[in-house]
């Protein structure tokens, strides 16, 4: 397992070493978001709404107040008010104020969970009897949660203020449509007419949720020189930090947020719901303050990912080359607008050529949680669509589904959908392999099928910081500010040896907190391998010029005569030709040739690739039943270069699972009263270990050339192709199209039942 | 409303005063409903009563060549009795779909039973097994048969002070078998969409001497569909047969719409599982070559 797979080139990139924090992790040590204690804590607790849509008349907390044990007691009255900001700031202060309201409703609850007030006392017990004493005088109004409800005319309005963006005039009337995007190229009218084939359906799909492991979860201290120190799990302590200094309106500076290690997040850690809330406990106590979220809290209040109701029109020549695309997609975004929409967008057609389409994407408000991003946010909705559509169009024109897609497959040097050329993408590469898999080609059984899609996603690249320092011993620390959610710490050790020209185990990497490193944007958008990535390179780099020099001292000889190999320094010319120190030797004189060697090194690179997949997957359909049992799967992906493999598999093969528990069973299910009728694990049913067989990840590696070792993001384009791959395969295994997720076993029957 | 004692009698004399002694009390077994139902809200317990270091309640044995199941048996224990799961493998085959290896560690059948879940697992199993449970109570000890204990979802026959102390399971007859299936949209971890329980006799001319088919979450209670047995009884299991005991599954189905399920897809999956369990039994039996 530990053999250098590229081994001509790297001596430690693409090597499977253990990761750093494994040990801790699987002996439970390790400590997590609500794992976190801090001396003299007050515990908080949250009174939630359980209406979904309510102007709040009153709330009186008197009784509450007067528990002994309580110390603490706070309202949305007691958050800034952060209007001003918007009208000075537009869009940006806009959204802070959404999420403020979101941290704690001000004059209405939206959904059912809605924070609304929140008590810290001496125990949890003293805090939940205090929540029970806490009066509200609702006016209960009427809800919606469904897009197309929502959408209506004659819809309970979220806002009397909400005038639909982006529309070529601005409407008379208020909506709960929060914007309208488009973008169109060539005459897609003109050519779905002439097209020799054409297909044309709807597709569906509830909300889901991220469904981390670890609940959201906080400890705040708000100290008397008013400073904060926070500690919390999430995907970027610089963003949390941002965030609770913007609501709170205090100086960034004053903020300081300490990452604990993170139980899972897939984007819905990228936000914020209790840190300003457990701030203003904390100030009034003036005692630290935790918060943590149980998973019914976490299901009604935190995430989901929008659920979408998706037009498709499709057309394409004899010969199967696509002509046009028509895309009209409504995603949902709960309380107010989010990024999925534009993200949708983007991620809509842009993996074909395509000389016309047009693509219209609809964000819609409702009654449910705001939404949170969740792997490759707002892709795989519209891509459900679209390759389902694809898959449709290839059957009626006769053609091979790969097929299909490698006759219309962007290319390097073909333009995106936000207008850039594609560089050294792979996704030629990933159908050529799907087609020349056995998976591919291996026999079905009666009642089995077989799909596959293919996706994109653009991945990211973004600001970075690292820092390199080497010890008085020689030994090299890294230090990072992205929390390491997939296998990062490993991945940033192997690139600091490889760089170095040492091994692994002498590397050891630190997520700092925010006053201990320079910025760092938040772990997302598959970027941190890349991004932070090329900083530890750089000041690696740097770490490694510094110690020439050094060496160049003590030798008393030019730097220029001074390589570095293998980890130590050597003397290339002068009297001291063919000596060597290494780095402890440096480490040690190091007081005596200008003090302590470190690096810091800051980036913004915007050369990142984005990443293909390709998914195959057999179902076995029982008929009498409807039960859809996953047979086999292979997920194929343009990476780059894996610099870790194990956790590049493993992102594919997290990746391909979460995308097949939204396709079979995973929903968000709101009843009448606008409640969500499965806040747990029970009923909100993601996949269990043995509803799955092993995922087989096939890693097709064409490098990125802007980064030195090659590396694309990987962590979120696995998530996108498995809705159509699975309902591909489900469709040919019972001959019906499975056109609405999830696809659970009654709706599977009943399909094929009204088909029989 | 707040726990005021968690008591740990070590005979059922004292468990049955200290449930008889405070009206609300509850009888703990494995606590894998009742733990959860406290932190959630949904049982109001003022006091527990363990019932675990009870002698004699925690094991198997045998009553003549019938079984009797102390109530604090967890359901992993049933898997390592060899003449248990040779005599009633359906019913050790329900008790261990329940949850988790780590659920059933815990989790006993009599508190399956006594939580009166219409989905409830073992139940339907025990139902079609004949299956009998002794009660022990302030007015001395009785013994029912297992379905007469669930009266309605989360309500029970059982009296003020009356606990479950074990289960009993009746010689297996020669040429019989059982066995028990559930739907769920998983592969585990979940709550019975429906559930089937069927428990035969074959004889040597692999006709059908004795049937009796229950059915779990299909009505508010588990039901024991007596014409589906009829409908079996005397035949060879032709289609003809099975069709007429699917139907009288179909009929005594009385099943609700909720999230786990709909009415119509509920009917149609007791007959489908009804038929499956029948022949998994079948089998079991012999009687199939
Ligand atoms: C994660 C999880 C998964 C689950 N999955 C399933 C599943 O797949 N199928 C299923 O059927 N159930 C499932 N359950 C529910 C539960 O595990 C079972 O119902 C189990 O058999 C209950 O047994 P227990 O011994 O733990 O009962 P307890 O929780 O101890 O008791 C349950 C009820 O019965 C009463 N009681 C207990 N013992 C006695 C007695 N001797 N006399 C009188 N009353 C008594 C209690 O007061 C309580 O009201 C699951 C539970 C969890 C937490």
Redesign the pocket.
Known sequence: MNAPEKKDSFRLVGTRPVRPDGVEKVTGKAVFGPDYKAANMLQGAILRSPHPHARIRSVDTKKAAALPGVKAIVTGDDFPNLEDAVVQMGEAAGNIADLARNCMAVGKVLYEGHALAAVAATSEAIAQEALGLIDVDYEVLPHVTGILDAMREDAPLLYEDNFTKGLDEKPEKPSNVSMRIQQTQGDTEAALKSAAATVTARYTMPPVHQGYIEPHACVVTWKADGKLDVWCSSQGAFNVRSLVATILNVEMGHVRVMPLEIGGGFGGKTTIYLEPVAALLSKKAGRPVRLTMDRADVFRASGPAPGAVVDVSLGADAEGKLVAADVEFRYSAGTSPGNETHAGLISSVGHYRIANFRVTGWEVLSNMPKHAAYRAPGAPQVNFALESALNDLAAKLGIDPLDMRIKNAVVPGDMTMHGTPYGEIGLLECLEAAKAHPHYSASLGPNQGRGIACSYWVNYGGPSTASVAIGEDGSVMVIEGNPDIGGSRASMAIMAAETLGIDYDNVTVTIADTGSVGYSMLTGGSRTTFATGKAVIEAAQTVIDIMRARAAKLWGCSVDDVAWSDGEARCTGGEKAGETLSIGNIAAKADSTGGPISAESSVNPNDFLPGFAVHICDVDVDPETGHASIGRYTAFQDVGRAIHPSYVEGQMQGGAVQGIGWALNEAYLYNEDGKLDNPGF?DYRMPVASDLPMIDAVMIEKPNPAHPYGVKGVGEVPIVPPLATVAHAVSNATGSPMRDLPLTPDRIYGLMQSKA | MALSAFHTPETIEQAVALLAGDPSA????????????MQSGR?E?GAIVD?KRIAGLNGIRSDGDGFVIG??T??TALKEDAALVAAWPGVVEA?N????VQ?RN??????????A?P????VPALVAAGATCLIAGPSGEREVPVEAIPVAPSK?S?QAG????AIKLPKRSAGGSDAYLRSIPRT?????VVGAGANITVDAEGVCTSARIAIGAAAPTVVLVEDAGKALEGSGFDDAAMEAMAQAVRNACKPIDDKRGTIEYRIAMAGVLAKRTVMIARERAGGTA
Do not use: F, K, Y
């Not at chain 2, 815990?106 to 939580?115: D, E, I, Q």
């Not at chain 2, 009356?162 to 102390?165: A, G, H, I, K, L």
């Open positions: 029970l | 509850r009888p703990l077994s494995g606590g894998t409903d009742l733990i959860v139902q049982s317990a019932i109530a604090a967890p359901c008790a779909l329940i949850g988790s659920v815990r989790a006993t059948m009599a508190g399956n039973l006594c939580n879940s989905a409830a697992d073992s029970t059982l009356e606990m479950v102390t585990e971890m979940d709550i019975a």
